[in-house]
C-alpha cells in the first residue's frame, strides 16, 4: 500500500497474535463491482476474537513496536453535557458532548496477515438488518486476488463508544464484509492509494450479534446514510480514532479517545473525487463517517463519507481529513450488506 492511505492506519506488531483460520474466509463477488469475504462464522471463532482483544492489546493497536511502547494514559477530557454550538469549526479536539454519535461510531481493532495489529474507525449505520457498519476499504484489505487469505485483514473487531480501553456496549465480531472489486486488482501494477483515489475506499461490514442475540443497531442506535454528489462548502462533522502518537511523541492522538473536526467541505486539488475539511486527525480515523445534516444537540446525522486519507494523496492546505464520497458503488456494497 502506499505510504499516503496507509498514514492513516498504522499497524503494530503482535508477538502472540492469534492463528487466522482461513477455512473462515473466503472471496467471491456478490453482483457488479462487488467482492466479499467471510470473517467469524462461527461460535469457536467469535470467543477467540473476543477474548484476543484485551484492554491492553486495543490500547495498543496502532504501535509499531509494542513491547517497547508504554500503554497510554487514560484521557480524562470532562464531558460537557451542553451542545456545540451548530456550524462550529474544529480542527480537531475530543468529542465530549454526547449524544448518539458516542454509542454507534467506535473503534475497527483488526490483525494484518503479518502478525501486526491496527485499528480504524467505523460506523453503525441504519439498514434492513439492522446489523450493517462502514468503514474504509483500505481497513479490510490491500489490492490482491481476493481468494488469497493474506489480503485481508483478519481478527475483525468492532468497538463502538471505545473509551481509554473499555466496550462500553461490547465488542462486536464481523461475520461478513464487502469491497468494490477494484481492490482485486495485480499489486504489481496498481497501489492501493490508486484505487482511493479513484473514489473506491468504502468498505461494508456485518456484525455478528450481541450475546444475548441483539443485532448491534439494536444496542447502539446508528447513523443515517446517504449516497449521491458532494455539495459545495457543505457543513461536514467528521469523526475518529487517530492513534499516531504511540508512535510518534509530536503527534497528539494515543487512540484512547473519539476526536472531533467540523468545516466546510471542499475537493481535493489533486485528486477531486476525494472532499475534505480542515481537521489534523493522524493513522487510525481511516473509515470514520462524515456527517452532513448533524444535530449536535442529538449527535446524529447523515453518513455521507468515510474518511481515506489526508492532504498528502490528495492535495489541498495541512492539516485536511479527505473522505471518500459515497456514491454507486458504496450504494451496491450498502445495498448486499443489509441484505446479509
Same mark, same amino acid.
Given at each position: 500500500m502506499s505510504?499516503a492511505?496507509?498514514?492513516l492506519?498504522?499497524?503494530?506488531?503482535a508477538?502472540?497474535?492469534a492463528?487466522?483460520?482461513?477455512?473462515?474466509s473466503?472471496?467471491?463477488?456478490?453482483?457488479?463491482?462487488t467482492t466479499?469475504h467471510?470473517?467469524?462464522?462461527?461460535?469457536?471463532?467469535r470467543?477467540?476474537i473476543?477474548?484476543?482483544?484485551?484492554?491492553?492489546?486495543?490500547?495498543?493497536?496502532?504501535?509499531?513496536v509494542p513491547?517497547i /511502547?508504554?500503554?497510554?494514559e487514560?484521557?480524562d477530557?470532562?464531558d +460537557?453535557?451542553?451542545? &456545540?454550538? =451548530? %456550524?462550529?469549526?474544529?480542527? *480537531?479536539?475530543?468529542?465530549?458532548?454526547?449524544?448518539?454519535?458516542?454509542k454507534?461510531?467506535?473503534?475497527?481493532?483488526?490483525?494484518?496477515?503479518?502478525?501486526?495489529?491496527?485499528?480504524?474507525?467505523?460506523?453503525?449505520?441504519?439498514?434492513?438488518?439492522?446489523?450493517?457498519?462502514?468503514?474504509a476499504?483500505?481497513?479490510?484489505?490491500g489490492?490482491?486476488?481476493?481468494?488469497?487469505?493474506?489480503?485481508?485483514?483478519?481478527?475483525?473487531?468492532?468497538?463502538?463508544?471505545?473509551?481509554?480501553g473499555?466496550?462500553?456496549l461490547?465488542g462486536?465480531?464481523?461475520?461478513?464484509?464487502?469491497?468494490?472489486?477494484?481492490?482485486d486488482?495485480?499489486?504489481d501494477? /496498481?497501489?492501493s492509494?490508486?484505487?482511493a483515489?479513484?473514489?473506491? +475506499?468504502?468498505?461494508? &461490514?456485518? =456484525? %455478528?450479534?450481541?450475546?444475548? *442475540?441483539?443485532?448491534?443497531?439494536?444496542?447502539?442506535?446508528?447513523?443515517?446514510?446517504?449516497?449521491?454528489?458532494?455539495?459545495e462548502?457543505?457543513?461536514?462533522?467528521?469523526?475518529?480514532?487517530?492513534?499516531?502518537?504511540?508512535?510518534?511523541?509530536?503527534?497528539?492522538?494515543?487512540?484512547?479517545?473519539?476526536?472531533h473536526?467540523?468545516?466546510?467541505s471542499?475537493?481535493?486539488?489533486?485528486?477531486?473525487?476525494?472532499?475534505?475539511?480542515?481537521?489534523?486527525?493522524?493513522a487510525?480515523?481511516s473509515?470514520?463517517?462524515?456527517?452532513?445534516h448533524?444535530?449536535?444537540?442529538?449527535?446524529?446525522?447523515t453518513?455521507?463519507?468515510?474518511?481515506t486519507?489526508?492532504?498528502?494523496?490528495?492535495?489541498?492546505?495541512?492539516?485536511?481529513?479527505?473522505?471518500?464520497? &459515497?456514491?454507486?458503488?458504496?450504494?451496491?456494497?450498502?445495498?448486499?450488506?443489509?441484505?446479509?
Amino acid at each position: 500500500m502506499s505510504a499516503a492511505v496507509v498514514a492513516l492506519f498504522t499497524p503494530s506488531a503482535a508477538a502472540n497474535a492469534a492463528p487466522h483460520d482461513p477455512s473462515s474466509s473466503s472471496g467471491g463477488a456478490a453482483g457488479p463491482d462487488t467482492t466479499t469475504h467471510a470473517g467469524a462464522t462461527t461460535a469457536q471463532e467469535r470467543n477467540r476474537i473476543d477474548a484476543y482483544w484485551s484492554p491492553e492489546r486495543m490500547k495498543l493497536a496502532g504501535a509499531m513496536v509494542p513491547e517497547i /511502547t508504554p500503554l497510554p494514559e487514560d484521557d480524562d477530557t470532562p464531558d +460537557d453535557p451542553r451542545p &456545540l454550538p =451548530a %456550524n462550529t469549526p474544529d480542527s *480537531g479536539s475530543v468529542w465530549t458532548h454526547g449524544g448518539a454519535v458516542e454509542k454507534n461510531v467506535g473503534r475497527l481493532f483488526f490483525t494484518f496477515a503479518d502478525g501486526y495489529d491496527g485499528s480504524c474507525t467505523a460506523t453503525v449505520v441504519t439498514s434492513a438488518n439492522r446489523s450493517t457498519v462502514i468503514t474504509a476499504a483500505h481497513c479490510l484489505r490491500g489490492v490482491g486476488a481476493p481468494s488469497d487469505d493474506d489480503t485481508w485483514n483478519h481478527n475483525f473487531y468492532f468497538v463502538p463508544g471505545y473509551r481509554n480501553g473499555t466496550k462500553p456496549l461490547g465488542g462486536f465480531s464481523i461475520r461478513t464484509m464487502a469491497t468494490s472489486s477494484r481492490w482485486d486488482a495485480d499489486p504489481d501494477t /496498481t497501489e492501493s492509494s490508486d484505487v482511493a483515489a479513484a473514489g473506491y +475506499d468504502a468498505g461494508l &461490514l456485518v =456484525a %455478528n450479534p450481541a450475546a444475548g *442475540g441483539q443485532p448491534i443497531a439494536d444496542i447502539t442506535g446508528s447513523q443515517n446514510i446517504e449516497f449521491g454528489q458532494p455539495v459545495e462548502d457543505e457543513f461536514i462533522h467528521a469523526f475518529g480514532y487517530p492513534n499516531y502518537g504511540l508512535n510518534d511523541p509530536g503527534d497528539k492522538y494515543v487512540g484512547s479517545r473519539m476526536i472531533h473536526c467540523a468545516g466546510t467541505s471542499h475537493p481535493g486539488s489533486k485528486v477531486p473525487l476525494l472532499w475534505g475539511e480542515t481537521c489534523d486527525m493522524s493513522a487510525g480515523s481511516s473509515g470514520g463517517p462524515h456527517l452532513a445534516h448533524f444535530d449536535t444537540r442529538t449527535g446524529t446525522g447523515t453518513v455521507v463519507g468515510i474518511t481515506t486519507t489526508t492532504e498528502e494523496l490528495a492535495g489541498g492546505p495541512a492539516p485536511t481529513l479527505y473522505a471518500t464520497r &459515497l456514491g454507486d458503488s458504496a450504494h451496491r456494497l450498502y445495498d448486499w450488506a443489509q441484505s446479509r
